[in-house]
């Protein structure tokens, strides 16, 4: 398939490094020469540098042969228009755009990127997919990362392992003897920053940060054999009222729980305009690091805080200060990967990675066929993929135990019919099971062809 990402900043370039990696025809179009020259030096991909939204420079990236066209600038109306360009002047069939503008977002002005209008096909929002991760992890507080999976009947759970876990030093196919009834299995471990995924007779030691596929009715019971109790989170503090904090907010405000929330926005332009927008949120002007301003804001009584302004230090920095003011749970914005190792040694409980959340979103839409849900973990080491299976698939009819999965790849959750159940040796996969695979990122070519799908069109 040949497609091209106008955009070369963080997702832009994750986009590319996965479809790349998949033998796809790659261009990537930005005005910046120097984000060009990081993408072709580091992926196979061809490089243009210019203006997204001008039909010359998209024909000098291909768009006359183009699949698909991703737009993800960071101009919502270039994203527009490159899109509406790709269709009008070189019939491309496929169109994404990140927009992050609320007023683009609304629902009543959703006939505006019809065909006959403005021709997006789909339309992707980081603030939009940012809360919507925030209200997972308020979920699940003692999960450093959660995402949900078989609409919404499975869940996967990224837990520390502590001094105090139950299962710690036990062999994983022993959990399944002790736990005969939890619908739970560990599809993968980072251990000492290596992450992989684990053979039946790896234990889990204290340190590792182990991903764990569960039901969704067994999220609480699968916290506690880890250690971890749950309490629900009622009294929040954001850290941020940008785009991203006023999205979460708005988003508490509409959730079936009584969740009382304050805000604290250093600038006092965007405070003024995130107080405006929200009906029952406090909204604090000051700096989100200072004692004070926090104590006013009750964080010694608050279930939780969330860091979410637009600079990843602090983030950082505003939820070790919250930390240290007794606030039980932390959560902090982390745009650089590099930065989540360090989170454990500055105790910090959580924390939400806009591009991962973003990529995989566009990941979700790229890959066509039976694909219903794809999550990218970490530097977009692996993936989890939720597709069903076709009649022609490998897997049709077989015991899982009789599949020839690379040894990267492991079977979290089969769905049959309404019903989830946990994956054993003995489980046979039928056509039109929907099955979700953890596999590590040189794994998912081999992962798609036994599921039978394919990124290209059909």
């Given at each position: 398939?040949?497609v091209?990402?106008?955009?070369?900043?963080?997702?832009?370039w994750?986009?590319?490094?996965h479809?790349?990696g998949?033998?796809?025809?790659?261009?990537v179009?930005?005005?910046n020469p120097?984000?060009?020259?990081?993408?072709?030096d580091?992926?196979?991909v061809?490089?243009?540098?210019?203006?997204?939204?001008y039909?010359?420079?998209?024909?000098?990236?291909?768009?006359?042969?183009?699949d698909?066209?991703i737009?993800?600038?960071?101009?919502?109306?270039?994203?527009?228009?490159t899109c509406?360009?790709a269709?009008s002047?070189?019939?491309?069939q496929?169109?994404?755009?990140?927009l992050r503008?609320q007023?683009?977002?609304?629902a009543?002005?959703?006939?505006?990127?019809r065909?006959?209008h403005?021709?997006i096909?789909?339309?992707?929002?980081?603030?939009?997919?940012v809360?919507?991760a925030?209200m997972?992890?308020l979920?699940?507080?003692s999960?450093?990362?959660?995402?949900?999976?078989?609409?919404?009947?499975?869940?996967?759970?990224?837990?520390?392992?502590?001094?105090?876990?139950?299962?710690?030093?036990?062999?994983?196919?022993q959990?399944?003897?002790?736990?005969s009834?939890l619908?739970?299995?560990?599809v993968?471990?980072?251990?000492?920053?290596?992450?992989f995924?684990?053979e039946?007779?790896?234990q889990?030691f204290?340190?590792?940060?182990?991903?764990?596929f569960?039901h969704?009715?067994?999220?609480?019971?699968?916290?506690e054999?880890?250690?971890k109790?749950?309490?629900?989170?009622?009294?929040?503090?954001?850290?941020?009222?940008?785009?991203?904090?006023?999205?979460?907010a708005?988003?508490?405000e509409t959730?079936?729980r009584?969740?009382r929330?304050?805000?604290?926005e250093r600038?006092r332009?965007i405070a003024e305009?995130?107080a405006e927008?929200?009906?029952?949120?406090?909204?604090?002007?000051?700096?989100g690091?200072?004692?004070?301003?926090l104590?006013e804001?009750?964080?010694?009584?608050?279930?939780?805080?969330l860091a979410?302004?637009d600079?990843?230090?602090?983030?950082?920095?505003?939820?070790?200060r919250a930390?240290?003011e007794?606030?039980?749970?932390?959560?902090?914005?982390v745009?650089d990967?590099t930065?989540?190792?360090?989170?454990?040694?500055l105790g910090i409980?959580?924390?939400?990675?806009p591009?991962?959340?973003?990529?995989?979103s566009?990941l979700?839409?790229?890959r066509?066929?039976?694909?219903?849900?794809?999550?990218?973990?970490?530097?977009?080491?692996?993936?989890?993929?939720?597709?069903?299976?076709?009649?022609t698939s490998?897997?049709?009819g077989?015991?899982?135990?009789?599949i020839?999965?690379?040894e990267?790849?492991?079977?979290?959750?089969v769905?049959k019919g309404?019903?989830?159940v946990r994956?054993?040796?003995s489980?046979?996969?039928?056509?039109?099971?929907?099955?979700?695979?953890f596999?590590m990122?040189?794994?998912?070519?081999e992962?798609e062809?036994?599921?039978?799908?394919s990124i290209d069109?059909?």
């Open positions: 398939m040949k091209i990402i106008c955009g070369a900043g963080q997702v832009g994750q986009i590319a490094r479809l790349s998949e033998l796809n025809d790659v261009t179009v930005d005005s120097e984000l060009v020259r990081r993408a072709t580091t992926l196979d061809q490089g243009i540098a210019g203006f997204a939204s039909p010359d420079v998209l024909e000098r990236a291909g768009a006359f042969d183009a698909m066209i737009a993800a600038t960071h101009s919502d109306e270039v994203n527009m228009v509406q360009v269709h002047v070189f019939s491309i496929r169109k994404i755009a990140r503008s007023s683009y977002l609304d009543i002005y959703s006939d505006l990127y065909r006959d403005l021709p096909d789909v339309v992707i929002s980081p603030e939009r997919e809360a919507a925030a997972q992890r979920a699940a507080p999960a450093f990362d959660t995402e949900t999976f078989m609409d919404g009947k499975a869940q996967l759970l990224g837990i520390t392992v502590e001094e105090d876990c139950p299962v710690v030093n036990t062999p994983l196919r959990l399944t003897d002790l736990f009834t619908r739970a299995i560990v993968g471990v980072r251990r000492e920053g290596t992450l995924a684990p039946p007779g790896d889990l204290v340190g590792d940060a182990c991903y764990v569960t969704a009715d067994d999220v609480d019971r699968t916290m054999v880890f250690g109790s749950e309490k629900k989170k009622d009294r929040i503090v954001i850290v941020g009222g940008g785009n991203v904090g006023l999205e979460v708005r988003t508490l959730s079936s009584r969740i929330a304050k805000m604290i600038n332009a305009r995130a927008a929200l009906e029952r949120t406090i909204v604090l002007n000051g700096d690091m200072d004692r004070a301003l104590a804001a009750g964080i010694n009584r608050a279930d939780a805080m979410v302004t600079d990843d230090k602090t983030n950082l920095l505003a939820a070790v930390k240290a007794g606030c039980p749970l932390t959560i902090a914005l745009n990967p930065l989540v190792p360090m989170m454990r040694q409980d959580a924390y939400i990675n591009r991962s959340t973003t990529v995989s566009i979700r839409h790229i066509h066929g039976k694909v219903r849900q794809v999550y990218s973990l970490g530097d977009a080491e692996a993936e989890v993929i939720e597709a069903e299976v076709l009649s490998p897997m049709a077989q015991m899982i135990r009789d020839d999965f690379p990267g790849v492991l079977v979290g959750a769905r309404q019903d989830v994956p054993a040796g489980l046979r996969i039928d056509e039109g099971d929907v099955v979700a695979l596999a990122a040189d794994d998912v070519p992962v062809r036994l599921m039978q799908v069109f059909f």
